[in-house]
């Protein structure tokens, strides 16, 4: 099976610049972790209680009450929480789930955990996220389940998701690692379906380092979820080691180890009250990047749409290659050389070789995914950008949208008519 899956070129490959060293480096990511998070951290481990304790419990509490659900189970990783969300769901071997080819590995590695299939869908091109039509297309006598994953914070058109599942008596299981806040026709992602799997991944709009959250208003998931993140054992067990525990538990099922600690909740909680202001200031940086770029033919600036609104995780800018003399790598590279570190979210995953080898996937499947991946890449957008990396951004990118522009000759202009 061929594997043309294109790998960025190194700097040597490409085009020659002009080499003089970036005045300013711009880093793609940089954690707004504040004095509050040490303090909160430090207060934890000093009291010497350090795993699964109150301050998760009291960071679910908030956390359920901020995306408005009524329960909030915490979790290690986001992958762990769609791990628990599928196995509570009651997925198993031979299942289908659907899920976009355009994610991270974690959305459909989770699937293969419980020995499931994970079976892509193509995207629509204006969000890039999962098209709800092309999902219908992919159901068979199998399909059990369906994740959606809000790419970069903008939420998938869940009521077309929510109708699809109806019919097909499909689970609905968002994948939301990118999307807090963000919000669909005037509800809060979190809210929306079943399952919804957070991930505070440290380049996440809100991290704990790692860690995850799932929240349900189902109280028989949430207390499975609930059970088997902590062995299987009864729900009071994390308490055994404490003055008022009792060392005595039994073990209800064969469960997993993906309970949070007591110190990543204690900066959870911080992040979480700061997670509206840390919004605000993303929203501020994509406004200026929108505004700057938005009259650059060679640049389609991201979409959101009117019924929606996105955590801006996520910059996705798309090169017009039609109207470029270099490629997305290319381009990538360019910006790099002026000191501006880019991502590109994702490679689909259908042209990965584990999926290729173990389902068969091919180069050539997913037409609008291949398409769209490979025009795109992300632009740094973080909260604690400043004014002058901001317009370093803007300006790397103006530079070589300008510089590698196809200029379209007037024919008639250069031959006059005699
Ligand atoms: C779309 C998506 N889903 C799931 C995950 C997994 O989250 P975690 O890294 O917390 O396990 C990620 C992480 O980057 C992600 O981007």
Not at 75 to 94: D, F, K, M, P, Y
Not at 114 to 128: F, S
């Amino acid at each position: 099976m061929s594997q043309q899956n294109p790998r960025p070129k190194s700097p040597g490959q490409s085009k020659r610049m002009k080499s003089t060293p970036p005045e300013l480096q711009v880093p793609f990511h940089r954690a707004s972790i504040g004095e509050e998070e040490v303090q909160a951290v430090s207060e934890v481990i000093r009291s010497g209680w350090l795993t699964m304790g109150p301050k998760t419990f009291e960071f679910e509490k908030e956390f359920a009450k901020y995306v408005g659900a009524q329960h909030a189970v915490a979790v290690s990783t986001g992958t762990a929480a769609l791990h628990l969300s599928l196995e509570a769901a009651g997925i198993g071997a031979g299942d289908e789930v659907l899920l976009p080819t355009t994610t991270f590995t974690a959305t459909a590695e989770a699937v293969t955990y419980l020995r499931a299939r994970p079976v892509l869908v193509d995207i629509e091109p204006v969000t890039m996220n999962m098209d709800p039509e092309d999902a219908a297309r992919r159901i068979t006598s199998k399909t059990r389940a369906i994740i959606p994953v809000h790419l970069g914070g903008q939420p998938c058109d869940m009521d077309e998701i929510h109708t699809l599942a109806r019919m097909h008596h499909l689970r609905v299981i968002e994948d939301a690692a990118h999307a807090l806040p963000s919000e669909y026709r005037g509800k809060r992602v979190g809210q929306i379906s079943e399952f919804t799997c957070f991930s505070f991944y440290a380049t996440k709009t809100l991290t704990t380092g790692e860690g995850g959250m799932i929240t349900t208003d189902n109280s028989t998931v949430a207390d499975r979820m609930r059970l088997m993140r902590l062995h299987g054992i009864e729900r009071d067990a994390w308490k055994r080691y404490r003055a008022d525990g009792s060392w005595f538990y039994e073990v209800l099922e064969a469960g997993f180890k993906y309970n949070l600690t007591d110190f990543q909740s204690a900066m959870g909680l911080v992040q979480l009250a700061k997670c509206d202001r840390m919004k605000q200031a993303r929203e501020a940086v994509a406004q200026r990047y929108s505004d700057a770029f938005s009259s650059f033919d060679e640049l389609v600036v991201p979409t959101v749409l009117p019924d929606r609104r996105t955590s801006w995780h996520l910059y996705a800018l798309r090169l017009r290659l039609d109207r470029l003399s270099l490629d997305r790598n290319n381009f990538v590279q360019a910006l790099h050389r002026h000191g501006v570190a880019c991502s590109v979210h994702f490679i689909p995953l259908h042209l990965h070789p584990y999926y290729q080898r173990v389902y068969g996937y091919q180069i050539g499947d997913y037409p609008r995914a291949e398409q769209e991946y490979h025009s795109c890449f992300s632009l740094p957008i973080y909260p604690g950008m400043t004014d002058r990396e901001i317009n370093h951004v803007v300006g790397a990118v103006q530079t070589t949208a300008a510089e590698f522009r196809i200029v379209h000759t007037n024919v008639a202009h250069v031959f006059p008519s005699a």
